[in-house]
């Protein structure tokens, strides 16, 4: 259903979470499908609970010894899949659809050359976007300069604090008193009406920061991350699934949302080449197994 649900995006242009039906959800929380789609390239967030769908892009992914290939991102109308279709016929480029049960399927357009594949989105009336993950991934600040917001160090009454822990990559309880006198280390705070993700870099020092981004700031340099140069895929425990810029450069590898592993707690990214990997690397401060 999430094929209905990106095309009534598509045709809506914009919205808020509490938009989004469950009947077009296939089951799956409505904040859930849009963060993924997020991820995706479909949409990009307005504001904390408010979405803004993408333009049509073909994003090319990394050849890695195979045939030029692009994943569509961005809006879908039933009119934009005809264009595609017919100008991917006029360039002897094939158009395949995947079928995803609780996500948008995956269109890849497969052409002779790169000059084809910008050819097919030019006729179709869409972006192409070259190798679309290094682009996306140069665009991402690191881990060390993520934007973070001064502020003072909560104080008061609170009803939990929890710090996450490097050696453990999971919360563990806390306390205000040691938040406080902190020298470094991530912390989220619940006070009487919201939850606040607190970094130290000094016991005077705190700032606001993105919750993905600061466990990965707070797993700096550990060596968690796994690759199969066989396969190309880039392993990390679950617990630091990259931030949306970050995980969006390394969806477009492959077009595809990280696989999870129940038992082991890791999420594997396909299609990573030795370059983008590099830049992961460089981005996330953490460090191979």
Do not use: Y
Request: aromatic content about 6%; some cysteine; hydrophobic content about 45%.
């Amino acid at each position: 259903m999430t094929d209905l649900l990106l095309e009534w995006m598509s045709f809506r242009g914009s919205g808020r979470l509490g938009d989004v039906g469950a009947d077009l959800t296939a089951d799956t929380p409505g904040s859930r499908v849009v963060s993924d789609m997020v991820t995706l390239g479909h949409l990009e967030w307005t504001g904390p609970k408010a979405w803004r769908v993408a333009p049509p892009a073909l994003a090319g992914l990394p050849q890695g010894g195979r045939a030029p290939a692009a994943a569509l991102c961005g809006a879908r109308t039933p009119k934009l899949m005809d264009d595609l279709r017919s100008a991917a016929d006029s360039e002897g480029a094939s158009v395949e659809i995947e079928d995803r049960a609780d996500r948008p399927a995956l269109v890849l357009v497969t052409a002779p050359s790169l000059q084809a594949l910008a050819t097919v989105a030019d006729r179709a009336g869409i972006v192409f976007q070259d190798d679309a993950a290094l682009k996306a991934l140069a665009c991402a600040p690191s881990m060390a300069t993520w934007p973070r917001t001064p502020c003072p160090m909560v104080q008061g009454r609170v009803e939990t604090v929890r710090r996450f822990s490097r050696s453990r990559l999971k919360w563990v309880l806390s306390t205000l008193t040691e938040a406080t006198e902190a020298r470094s280390g991530f912390f989220r705070i619940q006070r009487d009406w919201d939850w606040v993700s607190l970094i130290k870099s000094s016991p005077q020092d705190c700032a606001f920061i993105d919750d993905r981004a600061g466990r990965m700031v707070a797993a700096a340099r550990s060596k968690i991350v796994g690759w199969s140069s066989a396969q190309g895929t880039l392993s990390l425990p679950g617990a630091l699934f990259p931030p949306t810029l970050v995980a969006r450069g390394l969806v477009l590898c492959s077009g595809e949302l990280p696989s999870f592993d129940k038992t082991t707690r890791q999420i594997t990214f396909a299609g990573v080449t030795p370059s983008l990997l590099r830049v992961t690397l460089a981005l996330t401060g953490l460090r191979l197994t």
